[in-house]
């Protein structure tokens, strides 16, 4: 079992950053992908970046490649999302999630998932 729960999102406006954090509690031991999705009105949820939580590997979409960058603290078991350069198309709902195993970019390979944070981003 898994507990999720992210924080920092907001209100930003175009060009500024925000930094995600998701906290996580439990068996985080055998988690395999720490990943982020987002998932705006109207569109279906979508990947946006993943870290393995041991090693190095890290994935993004190309949507963001560049603008964003995930990292993490073991020892706090915390994966962070740093957002930079963002526009009214990063505006959605983002969601840490866990894997065990399977496709880091596929949202049916998640096993746990928080409760989601809003990012608005206004002109």
């Known amino acids: 079992q898994v507990q999720l729960v992210e924080s920092g999102g907001g209100l930003v406006q175009v060009g500024g950053s925000l930094r995600l954090s998701c906290a996580a509690s439990?068996?985080?031991?055998?988690?395999?992908?720490m990943g982020w999705f987002r998932q705006a009105p109207g569109k279906e949820r979508e990947f946006v970046a993943a870290i393995r939580w041991s090693g190095d590997n890290t994935y993004y979409a190309d949507s963001v490649k560049g603008r964003f960058i995930i990292d993490r603290d073991n020892a706090k078991n915390t994966v962070y999302l740093q957002m930079n350069s963002l526009n009214p198309e990063y505006t959605a709902v983002y969601y840490c999630?866990?894997?065990?195993?399977?496709?880091?970019?596929?949202?049916?390979?998640?096993?746990?998932w928080g409760q989601g944070t809003q990012v608005t981003v206004s002109s």
């Open positions: 439990g068996r985080t031991f055998s988690s395999y992908f």
């Open positions: 999630a866990v894997s065990r195993a399977g496709a880091y970019g596929t949202s049916g390979s998640y096993n746990y």
